[in-house]
Protein backbone atom coordinates (compact mmCIF):
# COMPACT_ATOMS: atom_id res chain seq x y z
CA UNK A 1 0.00 0.00 0.00
CA UNK A 2 1.27 3.60 -0.64
CA UNK A 3 2.07 5.82 2.73
CA UNK A 4 0.79 8.99 1.51
CA UNK A 5 -2.77 8.83 1.46
CA UNK A 6 -4.29 12.03 -0.97
CA UNK A 7 -7.92 13.26 -0.09
CA UNK A 8 -9.55 12.82 -3.55
CA UNK A 9 -13.00 15.03 -1.59
CA UNK A 10 -12.57 18.56 -2.62
CA UNK A 11 -14.18 21.10 -0.55
CA UNK A 12 -17.71 22.70 -1.51
CA UNK A 13 -18.90 26.00 -2.64
CA UNK A 14 -22.50 26.84 -2.83
CA UNK A 15 -23.68 28.45 -6.51
CA UNK A 16 -27.28 30.08 -7.11
CA UNK A 17 -27.86 28.13 -10.29
CA UNK A 18 -31.52 29.60 -10.69
CA UNK A 19 -32.43 33.69 -9.95
CA UNK A 20 -32.75 36.17 -7.40
CA UNK A 21 -36.16 35.36 -7.14
CA UNK A 22 -35.71 31.82 -7.47
CA UNK A 23 -32.76 30.58 -6.40
CA UNK A 24 -31.86 27.16 -7.48
CA UNK A 25 -28.60 26.64 -4.91
CA UNK A 26 -26.24 23.90 -5.83
CA UNK A 27 -22.66 22.77 -4.44
CA UNK A 28 -19.44 22.67 -7.18
CA UNK A 29 -16.05 22.26 -6.58
CA UNK A 30 -14.31 24.87 -4.33
CA UNK A 31 -10.48 24.74 -6.31
CA UNK A 32 -11.98 25.71 -9.24
CA UNK A 33 -10.70 28.43 -11.20
CA UNK A 34 -12.85 31.43 -12.35
CA UNK A 35 -13.03 30.17 -16.15
CA UNK A 36 -14.07 26.92 -14.74
CA UNK A 37 -16.93 27.99 -12.76
CA UNK A 38 -18.03 30.03 -15.49
CA UNK A 39 -18.49 27.70 -17.82
CA UNK A 40 -20.15 25.06 -15.80
CA UNK A 41 -22.76 27.79 -14.65
CA UNK A 42 -26.17 27.91 -16.87
CA UNK A 43 -25.90 31.38 -16.87
CA UNK A 44 -21.89 31.87 -17.89
CA UNK A 45 -21.47 31.01 -21.74
CA UNK A 46 -24.46 28.48 -21.92
CA UNK A 47 -27.31 29.91 -23.05
CA UNK A 48 -30.09 30.48 -20.53
CA UNK A 49 -33.95 28.83 -22.14
CA UNK A 50 -36.83 30.38 -20.62
CA UNK A 51 -39.31 28.11 -19.53
CA UNK A 52 -41.84 26.50 -22.40
CA UNK A 53 -45.13 25.84 -22.01
CA UNK A 54 -46.17 23.48 -24.91
CA UNK A 55 -49.42 24.13 -26.28
CA UNK A 56 -52.76 21.72 -25.50
CA UNK A 57 -52.75 18.94 -28.29
CA UNK A 58 -56.50 17.86 -29.72
CA UNK A 59 -57.37 14.37 -30.68
CA UNK A 60 -59.92 13.13 -32.98
CA UNK A 61 -62.80 12.18 -30.88
CA UNK A 62 -62.79 8.27 -31.77
CA UNK A 63 -58.68 7.98 -29.94
CA UNK A 64 -60.12 10.21 -26.85
CA UNK A 65 -61.80 7.14 -24.74
CA UNK A 66 -58.72 5.05 -25.36
CA UNK A 67 -56.66 7.44 -24.30
CA UNK A 68 -58.54 8.49 -21.47
CA UNK A 69 -58.09 4.59 -20.29
CA UNK A 70 -54.27 4.33 -21.14
CA UNK A 71 -53.53 7.89 -19.14
CA UNK A 72 -56.01 7.07 -16.10
CA UNK A 73 -53.76 3.42 -15.83
CA UNK A 74 -50.45 4.89 -15.92
CA UNK A 75 -51.67 7.83 -13.07
CA UNK A 76 -53.11 4.70 -10.96
CA UNK A 77 -49.96 3.44 -11.09
CA UNK A 78 -47.87 6.27 -10.40
CA UNK A 79 -46.05 6.52 -13.51
CA UNK A 80 -47.01 9.77 -14.56
CA UNK A 81 -49.28 12.77 -12.56
CA UNK A 82 -51.09 15.89 -12.84
CA UNK A 83 -49.18 19.04 -12.19
CA UNK A 84 -50.44 22.42 -11.06
CA UNK A 85 -47.19 24.18 -12.71
CA UNK A 86 -47.11 24.30 -16.35
CA UNK A 87 -43.14 25.46 -16.43
CA UNK A 88 -41.51 23.10 -19.19
CA UNK A 89 -44.84 21.42 -20.08
CA UNK A 90 -44.52 18.25 -21.94
CA UNK A 91 -47.68 16.82 -23.78
CA UNK A 92 -48.93 13.17 -23.92
CA UNK A 93 -48.60 11.78 -27.78
CA UNK A 94 -50.80 9.07 -28.71
CA UNK A 95 -48.64 6.79 -30.96
CA UNK A 96 -50.14 3.41 -32.82
CA UNK A 97 -48.42 0.54 -32.71
CA UNK A 98 -47.77 -2.30 -34.91
CA UNK A 99 -50.54 -4.55 -33.38
CA UNK A 100 -53.09 -1.55 -33.66
CA UNK A 101 -53.06 -0.35 -29.83
CA UNK A 102 -52.53 3.21 -28.85
CA UNK A 103 -49.07 3.87 -26.68
CA UNK A 104 -48.76 7.05 -24.77
CA UNK A 105 -45.69 9.20 -25.03
CA UNK A 106 -44.76 12.34 -23.93
CA UNK A 107 -42.95 15.05 -25.73
CA UNK A 108 -39.71 16.00 -24.77
CA UNK A 109 -38.31 17.53 -27.90
CA UNK A 110 -38.27 21.26 -26.25
CA UNK A 111 -36.91 19.78 -23.40
CA UNK A 112 -34.07 17.74 -25.39
CA UNK A 113 -33.49 21.55 -27.39
CA UNK A 114 -32.94 23.78 -24.36
CA UNK A 115 -30.68 20.72 -22.52
CA UNK A 116 -27.07 20.66 -23.61
CA UNK A 117 -25.40 18.61 -25.26
CA UNK A 118 -22.96 16.02 -23.27
CA UNK A 119 -18.91 16.33 -24.18
CA UNK A 120 -18.70 13.04 -22.62
CA UNK A 121 -21.55 10.79 -23.34
CA UNK A 122 -22.14 7.46 -21.60
CA UNK A 123 -20.60 4.44 -23.64
CA UNK A 124 -22.88 1.77 -25.24
CA UNK A 125 -23.52 -0.49 -22.03
CA UNK A 126 -23.90 -3.12 -24.11
CA UNK A 127 -21.12 -3.52 -26.04
CA UNK A 128 -19.43 -2.90 -23.13
CA UNK A 129 -21.09 -5.77 -21.16
CA UNK A 130 -20.49 -8.11 -23.86
CA UNK A 131 -16.74 -7.47 -24.49
CA UNK A 132 -15.97 -7.86 -20.66
CA UNK A 133 -18.49 -11.29 -20.42
CA UNK A 134 -17.31 -12.97 -23.83
CA UNK A 135 -16.50 -16.62 -23.65
CA UNK A 136 -13.60 -17.76 -24.94
CA UNK A 137 -13.30 -20.80 -27.31
Not at 35 to 46: L, Q, V
Not at 58 to 86: C, M, T
Not at 100 to 107: L, N, S
Request: glycine share 2%.
Amino acid sequence: MEEEVKITVDELKEVNLGINDEPRPTYISAPLTPEEETNASPNGKRKHKKPLKQAQQRFRPKLVPSIEAEVNKLIEVGFIWEVQYPTWLANIVSVRKKNRQIRECVDFRDLNHACPKVDFPLPILELMIDSTTATRI
